[in-house]
């Protein structure tokens, strides 16, 4: 009964992968893959790469494991990157973890590996591992870790960090903290127990470090465990280096585009734990079919079917492939079962020339919906049989003429939302939290709506399961494919994600409400819900849809009742309970579209706020909310684009603000910043916020020098230090310890350094534990004007609705009196 339990499991786990991953769908291998899919089936290997981060992979070593070494390859990242920067949007937080998530998936379908997650939150950047298990609740993420390796079954566990200070990022600590750990306790049945109703004690042989040398730092020695990765792979026609650099270069909202490394490449690795190795990680471990009830039979058909192996006549090894899918489903391994009976599968599919798609006639769908599915296949192999015996346990029984598309209309259902199952709970700071915890490590959701089609190819049954997907041409990039999204039947947004509300005044807010479904005549009843030092009218309202996919706005008024400075959020439920859901997108052409549903919310604040300035002009970096942030205090925001910023008349503008990593990202900054020295010297102002100490195009920032380091305080309510006598501090709003309240993820990131005696520093502020540096802010009177260099984050407090991050602000971009 257990091993059924386990191969249960085991198929629900592996068939996921591959259809959620589904690196390359077999429908579309061509030889040279089916080849190298051919000589897989016959390596019995794992490897697990363990770390903390998307990007924190090593993709080279990974595309060698997963298509030289042909072991089957896994990178656990424990984060989804959600605390990190954004190089392409304005995206943070969850949205970026979802967008850094699709980048994994996206580098995985290149380098060959499978991807997988625990519940840890990227909550921003940590000095150290104990912080870091602090947030993320330590014994919750072990467990975690430890399911995924019994699920898995590594032969070896690689980690991309050393346990100490030498990993830097308290993230990287904690993951090789937490490999060693779940190494040890998944092999312990006395650890976790309640796992062992579905899963196994997992032993893997050994735990190493892939040391490293990158960042000013090389953990390499000759002494160490190396193995050569730089080989060339003719079916690929590529090395290992460049397909690692297209693999890295998924990574786009991180500005990792990588260039390709060809020649010898060696990668080096440190014994942690387990059984010693002398020369390399991978010595003495069986990896043959040899460890197998019957595997030795097994494995020479297989080499059989290699060495006979036609290019151009593929499905000449699909009679072979099925006697080997029969033996290997007589195996007594659950584990090597399931995973093998996938491959095979997936190849019988691929030689035999089947294309499949299931297509639905829209992209978005509402609970309760009909999804219309058009379900299209083709065979084009002259010498296979193929028929359709059922799609869906529908009988058909329909044979395929050779090389003609032939369709079938199905219906399924919109049971549920298609909210990432990570986000179906509210997170704390350091975790998501969802309840079933057999969903643990998958990348994304288990329950994607599918088609199942039983074949019979060559007069042998499979059966086949294919995803449904959205299919549009785009005139510059042609056939998109996209996952359908099915939302709640009425979602809502608002104008403004921060309504402000200076000294109190009455505002008004406007939120449009639409019928996401199929159906006419939806009534539904929606309060808002706020604490007592608001009043809202109306206080409840209702909606009447009468066509599919209407549109009802609704106005609200939103009035103080205390004038004491307030940071609160509004959200709105409805009849039942349930919280209203916006609808969300999330667009970019590397990665498929993004559909999540976040509770609709608005952060409300009645700070007491003067605000003399009436315009600026703002040159965008990377991307930040700030402009929409100014907008919404009153302020009169112009985007410039680099041209603008170098030839229009700037006198114009109260001040000029330059987004968050301008000098890493705009090529024309060398020439812009003495145009905005001129600016100021003529009596404006400039505020540039914070850049990174790589990469930089020009390190003429300011009027006087400085240079940018890598300093930072992560604890974000750390106390400030500020010299309250400063005019910054004083117009037009009087600055207390009290704005420094409420503030997100962080005070500030890379500070500046060597700081010329021109510049005031009038804020300082330290981590636990660490001196104070001064650093965050500096301000120079040059000519008639002021300029401003702020590292503080100001892009995650505006936008956040932080009151006293506005106050300050304003104050940075008036002139003193």
């Known amino acids: 009964m257990l091993k059924s339990i386990l191969l249960s499991n085991m198929l629900l786990f592996s068939a996921f992968v591959s259809q959620a991953q ?163 306790a998944a092999a312990d049945p006395t650890k976790f127990p309640e796992q062992l109703k579905l899963v196994q004690p997992w032993q893997a042989t050994r735990l190493v470090w892939n040391t490293f040398n990158f960042g000013n730092q090389n953990t390499t020695n000759e002494n160490q465990l190396q193995v050569e990765i730089g080989q060339y792979n003719p079916l690929i026609g590529q090395s290992y280096g460049e397909i690692a650099a297209q693999s890295r270069s998924s990574h786009k909202s991180q500005g990792f585009g990588s260039a390709a490394q060809v020649g010898k490449a060696k990668e080096y690795f440190e014994f942690v734990a387990g059984k010693p190795a002398q020369h390399n990680p991978f010595e003495e471990i069986d990896l043959t079919w040899s460890k197998i009830q019957n595997g030795p039979t097994i494995s020479k058909m297989i080499k059989e079917i290699n060495t006979s192996y036609q290019l151009n006549h593929p499905e000449k090894s699909i009679s072979k492939l099925f006697e080997v899918l029969r033996l290997v489903n007589q195996i007594d391994d659950p584990y090597w079962k399931s995973q093998k009976s996938t491959e095979i599968k997936d190849l019988i599919v691929a030689c035999a020339g089947i294309r499949i798609e299931s297509i639905a006639d829209q992209s978005h769908y509402a609970e309760g919906d009909d999804i219309k599915v058009l379900n299209q296949l083709i065979v084009r192999s002259d010498d296979v049989s193929i028929l359709v015996s059922k799609i869906n346990q529908q009988q058909i029984d329909q044979k395929l003429d050779n090389n003609a598309l032939t369709s079938f209309q199905t219906v399924d259902s919109a049971t549920h939302f298609s909210q990432p199952y990570w986000l179906n709970e509210p997170n704390s700071i350091g975790r998501f939290h969802f309840s079933d915890f057999n969903k643990t490590g998958y990348p994304e959701n288990q329950d994607y709506p599918a088609v199942n089609f039983d074949l019979l190819i060559n007069g042998e049954s499979l059966q086949y399961k294919k995803p449904i997907q959205y299919k549009f041409t785009d005139p510059v990039r042609g056939e998109i494919y996209n996952p359908i999204a099915v939302s709640p039947k009425v979602t809502g947004d608002a104008d403004q994600t921060v309504l402000l509300s200076p000294n109190s005044t009455s505002q008004k807010i406007t939120f449009t409400f639409e019928n996401q479904s199929n159906s006419k005549n939806i009534s539904e009843t929606i309060t808002p819900i706020l604490n007592a030092n608001w009043k809202i009218t109306p206080a409840d309202f209702t909606l009447n849809f009468t066509d599919t996919h209407q549109h009802i706005t609704q106005e609200l008024t939103i009035q103080a009742l205390t004038k004491e400075t307030r940071l609160d959020t509004l959200s709105f439920q409805f009849s039942n309970q349930e919280k209203v859901k916006i609808n969300r997108e999330i667009n970019y052409n590397h990665i498929p579209t993004i559909t999540w549903f976040p509770d609709l919310t608005v952060k409300i604040s009645n700070l007491q706020l003067q605000v003399p300035i009436k315009k600026v002009g703002y040159l965008a970096g990377a991307g930040d909310l700030i402009p929409e942030s100014l907008k919404a205090i009153g302020i009169g925001v112009e985007m410039l684009t680099e041209t603008q910023a170098l030839h229009q008349d700037l006198k114009r503008f109260d001040a000029i603000i330059v987004g968050i990593r301008a000098f890493n990202v705009l090529k024309s900054m060398s020439q812009i910043s003495p145009r905005l020295m001129e600016y100021v010297k003529n009596g404006g102002t400039v505020i540039e916020q914070y850049n990174v100490d790589s990469k930089l195009i020009s390190n003429q920032f300011g009027p006087y020098p400085f240079s940018i380091g890598r300093s930072r305080v992560t604890e974000e309510l750390a106390e400030v230090h500020f010299d309250q006598k400063n005019p910054i501090f004083n117009y037009p709003n009087k600055i207390s310890s009290a704005d420094f309240d409420h503030w997100v993820q962080e005070r500030g990131l890379y500070f500046a350094e060597n700081i010329d005696n021109q510049y005031q520093t009038p804020i300082q502020i330290q981590d636990k534990n660490e001196p104070l540096h001064k650093g965050s802010l500096l301000i120079a009177n040059y000519g008639s004007g002021k300029f401003v260099y702020t590292s503080l984050s100001f892009f995650r407090q505006l936008p956040a609705g932080v009151p006293g991050a506005y106050r300050l602000f304003v104050n940075l971009l008036s002139k003193s009196k």
């Open 22 to 184: 589904a690196q390359q769908s077999a429908t579309s291998w061509n030889s040279s893959i089916i080849k190298s899919k051919l000589e897989k089936l016959d390596v019995l290997g794992s490897v697990l790469y363990f770390a903390a981060h998307p990007d924190d992979e090593n993709t080279k070593l990974i595309a060698w494991l997963a298509q030289e070494k042909h072991y089957r390859t896994g990178y656990l990242s424990l984060t989804r990157g959600d605390g990190g920067q954004n190089l392409i949007g304005t995206e943070q937080g969850i949205e970026l973890g979802l967008i850094r998530t699709q980048e994994l998936l996206a580098a995985r379908r290149i380098d060959q590996g499978e991807q997988f997650f625990t519940s840890a939150f990227d909550f921003g950047f940590s000095k150290t591992s104990e912080e870091t298990f602090q947030f993320w609740e330590k014994d919750q993420v072990l467990r975690e870790a430890v399911w995924i390796i019994r699920k898995f079954q590594p032969d070896v566990i690689i980690t991309r960090f050393p346990p100490d200070a030498r990993a830097g990022h308290g993230h990287h600590q904690a993951s090789a903290i937490l490999a060693h750990e779940a190494f040890l």
